[in-house]
């Protein structure tokens, strides 16, 4: 069993930066790839970022690419998003997840363990 704990989230202007991070517990860390997702008010979760096991290949949606960057320490079992240039829009809950896939990690449906969320909230 694999437990993912976020970290980071909190109330910021637009422009701002935050960096989140997610601490999961086991020694498979490195066997999963990882991902970030975020669920806006009364919207749909939806995929963010993910990265690959060595964190060699990531991916991004079109929302946020060139603001932010996941990256991970596997030495560390924790996963990061560095959010910059925070838009009204980025508001959301943010949720870890890891998967055992390699491929289609924009599906949440991929991943077998989530965080509890941290909230992002963006003030324009």
């Known amino acids: 069993q694999v437990q993912l704990v976020e970290s980071g989230g909190g109330l910021v202007q637009a422009g701002d930066s935050l960096r989140l991070s997610c601490a999961a517990s086991g020694r498979t860390f490195n066997t999963y790839s990882l991902g970030w997702f975020r669920q806006p008010p009364g919207k749909e979760r939806e995929f963010v970022a993910s990265?690959?096991?060595?964190?060699?290949?990531?991916r991004y949606v079109d929302s946020v690419k060139g603001r932010f960057t996941i990256s991970r320490d596997n030495a560390k079992n924790t996963v990061y998003l560095q959010m910059n240039s925070l838009k009204a829009e980025d508001k959301a809950v943010y949720y870890c997840?890891?998967?055992?896939?390699?491929?289609?990690?924009?599906?949440?449906?991929?991943?077998?363990?989530w965080g509890q969320g941290t909230q992002v909230t963006v003030s324009s």
């Open positions: 990265i690959s096991r060595s964190g060699g290949s990531s």
């Open positions: 997840a890891l998967s055992p896939k390699l491929f289609n990690l924009w599906e949440p449906g991929g991943y077998d363990y």
